[in-house]
């Protein structure tokens, strides 16, 4: 499921490829300038768009940061996904609160191709108290740069902040 808002990419239409087909043929890829969240339960192929899109904004020589949320990363999945890891930096944080300041603080300071912030791992009822004016400061401290925002979460909680929303849905295997 894919929403996307009529606002926010910042560079009049540019959108950077995920590296997954599929998604970009459906959502036109990734907007700059604009925060875009990815939600979906456990083993429903978040991570695997988060990988793919590090991998493609590093492939291009962009240096990228994640906020890791709940220490969850794991470098050698994201080498073995083509993220080039000379060009990531990982921000491993403790929980909810330190996560929002650290992408604040990456945001507000800006150079980044793609700044991911990984709330997944932290409990969605958590999360739904992140007050709403810190997603619109992070969607105004986007805006107008060649940034690309991602937030990874259980749920949207971003509301009308977000430009793009892809809702992942577990499936079963084939």
Known sequence: IVRAFGYGDGKGGVAVVTGIAESDALAGGLPRGALTEICGPPCSGRTTVLLAALASRTAEAEVCALIDARDSFDPR???????????LLWVRCRGLDQSLRAADRWIQGGGFGCIALDLSDIAPETVRHVPL???????????????????LEQESNAKTCASLVLQMKMKAAN
């Open 133 to 151: 004016n810190a997603w619109f400061r992070f969607r105004r401290a986007v805006e107008d740069t060649s940034t690309v925002l991602l937030v």
């Open 77 to 87: 999945s994201a080498e073995a996904a083509g993220v080039e890891l000379e060009q």
